[in-house]
RNA sequence: GGAGAGGUGGCCGAGCCGGCUGAAGGCGCUCGCCUGCUAAGCGAGUGUGUGGGGAAACUUGCACCGAGGGUUCGAAUCCCUCCCUCUCCGCCA
């Protein structure tokens, strides 16, 4: 959410930057409704002035035995006013709030222009590209074939994707998961955290998720509750509604958390293998820094995630989004791409973003300086660490050997029990 | 699920027979004074949001004492609903 102040006084601003990533939103009745909504204000906040001046008269003239017959009369009135006007106003605000809320953030100037994907910007590649002499196979194919992976009994269980993993392809994704939460807490300073996997309404509104984009979610039913579909929701929801001392900042958490997103509007799109399900399992980085920071802080969070790669030895690249492709709540975000072999392209496995203020202003948490009077909102950011599902996937892909077996990058082998390859 | 207790400012904690209480007191923090270090001491300040005035320091209106309704001229204080926390009992991974 963008300060309201903000958007009244840099109209133009916000609609250019709105226009820059394709977002046409009718901000022209922003404008009149706030308008109508500040005239109610004044006039409900006048009387109100009023009728608490006016009751204080009444306290000191019941207190020498005056009469207050007249006023409290007079006052009746005042607040079935009062009443009204405040209805008015609760309208308005509705209003004002909703065009608020579904405003996205404006892109960080060093954002390249563009409307969708093929607009990002390269920034680095990096690692060496697997050269085969054989015919490279997809994942689920090597998957299924070791048997470590099973779509369609998942189906049956379930339903279209969601994921089945067996032995060796279980214990590689768990140990995916530790490798990396290890880095994390004992390499890069962040502190492990496992929060809720199931979420309220507010949690999903404050980092952006709500009340925009609630197709994407699973609800659950009878209650008003969603299931994550990152754990950026629930660990940057930590510290709602709490002033924090310049002295606690930055705050690093990673959690790992499975993830669930109902896929909605990508009917057709990676329909096989591990690469679009509804359930998956990721380990995520999340940043509380003061503002002056959050860039660095995002340069080093795109570092700490592609440490895990250089460590698995796979190649990949990162790109900058262009203002069209970047996400709702987000100020600038990197995507670290991987190289999958059999798709002869680079998928996406973490998307790093700065949100600046505009997740801390909806979940209200700020930090207080030394020697300043007042506080200020932290800045927040977050990035996969990394997606688990797509690194295995990555993984069987790019180590995978022309008799069908795939060795294990050595970096796992202590969390896989010495084993160095995985066969049928 | 049954029976109780409670949710107040950065924290602890009064107030809760309605009205000079945005909120005592303490702690913490900031600034100043004092003190040859540290500690102690003294004085002042110290919430958030939103609107107005001012170049600014600042000043001023309104709202906020878990959330939402209600009663009242007036509610942190009374009533209703909901949420959460704690204790005991029951059940249970």
Known sequence: ????????????????????????????????????????????????????????????????????????????????????????????????????????????????????????????????????????????????????????????????????????????????????????????????????FIVNRQSMIHTGQLPKFEEDLFKLEGWDYFLIPTAEVPVTNIHQGEILDESDLPVYFTAYTPCFRSEAGSYGKDTRGLIRQHQFNKVELVKLVTPESSYDELEKLLANAEEILKRLGLAYQVVTLCAGDLGFSSAKTYDIEVWMPAQNTYREISSCSNFESFQARRTSIRFRKKGVKGSELVHTLNGSGLAVGRTLAAILENYQQADGCVIIPEALRPYMGGMEKIES
């Not at 308008?35 to 306290?59: D, T």
């Not at 608020?100 to 892109?107: A, E």
């Open 1 to 196: 959410m963008l300060e309201i102040k903000f958007v009244r006084q840099n109209f133009q601003k916000v609609v250019d930057a709105l226009s820059k990533r394709g977002d046409s939103a009718k901000l022209n009745e922003f404008i009149k409704y706030d308008e109508n909504r500040r005239n109610i204000l004044l006039e409900v906040e006048n009387l109100k002035n009023k009728r608490n001046v006016v009751s204080g008269r009444i306290a000191e003239m019941k207190k020498k035995g005056e009469n207050t017959e007249d006023l409290i009369l007079e006052m009746r009135e005042v607040s079935k006013t009062i009443k009204s006007l405040d209805a008015d106003l609760s309208e308005s605000e509705g209003v004002v709030n909703d065009l608020l809320m579904s405003i996205p953030n404006i892109p960080h100037p060093s954002v390249p222009e563009g409307k969708n994907e093929r607009d990002n910007e390269l920034v680095k590649k990096e690692g060496v590209i697997p050269d085969f002499d054989f015919e490279a196979k997809a994942h689920w194919d090597i998957g299924e074939d070791l048997k470590i992976l099973d779509f369609e009994r998942a189906a049956k269980i379930t339903g279209a994707r969601f994921p089945l993993y067996f032995g060796a392809g279980a214990r590689l994704e768990r140990a995916l998961i530790n490798f990396m939460l290890d880095i994390h807490t004992t390499e890069h300073g962040y502190k492990e955290v496992l929060p809720p």
